[in-house]
């Protein structure tokens, strides 16, 4: 079935719904961290870095203490997101594909369906601000062919490590900024002379110009607000996180990079909270849903170091890792007068659900053969757990991983070792392998790990795994 057949019966479904009127069409803004661990929020139990926007949000919403991203790395994460597919069923599954496929081969195609088409089926204005990640040169494969009306900011994710660019892509243009490559380091505060336009500050004035634009209209929007904060630069040196002040953190007794990855997320925070501000000031906070997460645990790069800021909290591993530190995310939802306040949720979630749960609170349809399901009822609290399913997640570097979740057993395959079993009820730091003293459940996982995916050119499994 070819993607504008099913956008026509996503959209010619939709008449009953649409009869409902705006009023059942809340406004929807997802923001998403590149690379913020679990613990890096104070809601979360952070001690170091100052988050007060989004401490708040959480204390007016609903935060999630076991909510996963789609993968450890960024482009596959982000196509569960914008797809409904777990990593053994989505189209993009690593940043790099097995040779002879090259880089240029990760991209959607266009027949999969986006969450943005999704929404944009049930009429909603649709807008991508920050990092696509889901190809790297080929515009006909960026976001404005997959469902989105306006876009600012990265097409490809190494392009994002960068964050003073030269330019950025507006739709399908480049936009050019006055910053210059320089050839000296960094001064203290983190930036050499001749970069003078800091991309989170030019995406965030975007998102708040975007909101503004479309407070007014009939027509309900849709923002999808991917910030790179906080990412390393694409340098890779021990000065590789990148922010134009310290702020609050320039003289605390921290090695260089604690203090710009602390004054990276407090700048993000203050611009959420700006953003919050501004729902309120226009009159449309109790008729928009914000969300909050992150694409996957947290990095170790640019001489960053998670234990610096105790970034992964009481979880075990970070990004690269499908331990619970790579994949397991925060995850705050607040939409005054529909979710209620100071609400903490054990309930398990994914990336895969999103698309499902945004199209239930919207009246929209979400496409079949996905592996996400509905929790806007959690979300509303008419129910306190989704129904029973598998969590499943593979990873292409340094070998095939894969790593699965179903009720309280986690399971993780490092590439060529045997099954580790986990009891998260008792264990979330997986520090206990269980596998040894229950075969039965290593047998029932090993089972469903195997049937949770298809096979992939771009991702083959090793023969012993498929």
């Known amino acids: 079935m070819t993607k504008p057949f099913v956008i026509l019966c996503l959209s010619l479904g939709l008449s009953t719904a649409r009869a ?50 789609g993968s450890t790395v960024c482009a596959p994460s982000r196509g569960v997101f914008m797809t409904g597919k777990h990593t053994g069923h989505s189209r993009i599954r690593g940043n790099k594909p097995r040779p002879p496929a090259t880089e240029a081969d990760v ?36 976001p404005t062919a997959h469902g989105f009306d306006e876009f600012l900011g990265y097409v490809d994710h190494f392009h994002a490590h ?7 892509w507006r739709n399908r243009e480049k936009v050019p900024l006055p910053n210059v490559v320089p050839d000296e380091k960094p001064d203290g505060r983190g ?27 009939a027509t309900p929007f849709f923002l999808y607000l991917p910030f790179t904060i906080p990412h390393a630069n694409n340098e890779g040196k021990d000065d590789g996180m990148e922010v134009p002040d310290l702020g609050a953190y320039a003289d605390r007794d921290w090695p260089l990079t604690r203090k710009q990855h602390a004054a ?27 969300f909050f997460s992150s694409d996957n645990g947290p990095h170790k790069e ?33 939409w005054p007068g529909k979710i209620a306040a100071g ?24 496409p079949r053969g996905i592996d996400g399901v509905d929790a806007s009822a959690v979300l ?24 699965a979740r179903h009720g309280r057993w986690k399971a993780v395959i490092r590439s060529g070792a045997s099954l580790e079993l986990y009891d998260l009820a008792s264990d979330p730091g997986e520090s206990k392998d269980l596998a040894a003293a229950t075969p039965n459940v290593v047998a029932r996982m090993s089972k469903a790990i195997r049937s949770a995916r298809t096979e992939s050119k771009l991702w083959p499994a090793p023969a012993g795994q498929r």
């Open 107 to 142: 991209k959607l195609l266009p027949e999969d369906v986006t969450l943005a088409e999704v929404l944009k089926a049930r009429g909603y204005r649709t807008a991508l601000v920050g990092k696509w990640g889901l190809t790297v040169t080929d515009m006909t494969a960026g």
């Open 343 to 366: 609400k903490v949720s054990d309930v398990v979630g994914s990336f895969a659900d999103v698309m499902p749960t945004l199209a239930a609170l919207t009246g929209a349809r979400a």
């Open 20 to 69: 409902a009127g705006n009023a059942s069409r809340p406004n929807v803004i997802f923001i998403l961290a590149d690379d913020l661990g679990w613990g890096d929020l104070g809601s979360y139990g952070q001690k170091s870095i100052q988050t007060p926007r989004l401490d708040r949000m959480a204390a007016e919403g609903m935060r999630f203490t076991q909510f996963y991203a």
């Open 302 to 334: 640019g001489g960053y170091d998670p234990e610096m800021n105790d970034s992964n909290g009481p979880l075990r591993g970070h990004k690269r890792a499908l331990y619970e530190g790579g994949i397991r995310v925060p995850l705050i939802a607040r």
């Open 191 to 217: 930036v050499a002379s001749g970069r003078v336009r800091y991309s989170h500050d030019v995406m965030a004035e975007e998102a708040l110009a975007f909101v503004r634009r479309n407070a007014a209209e």
């Open 264 to 290: 990276m997320i407090s700048r993000m925070d203050r611009d959420i909270g700006r953003l919050l501000d501004l729902l309120a000031e226009l009159d449309i906070d109790e008729r928009t849903a914000v």
């Open 380 to 403: 509303l609290g008419r129910r306190t757990a989704l129904p029973d399913r598998l969590l499943y997640w593979e990873f292409h570097e340094g070998g095939f991983h894969q790593a």
């Open 162 to 168: 960068n964050y003073f660019p030269t330019y950025l």
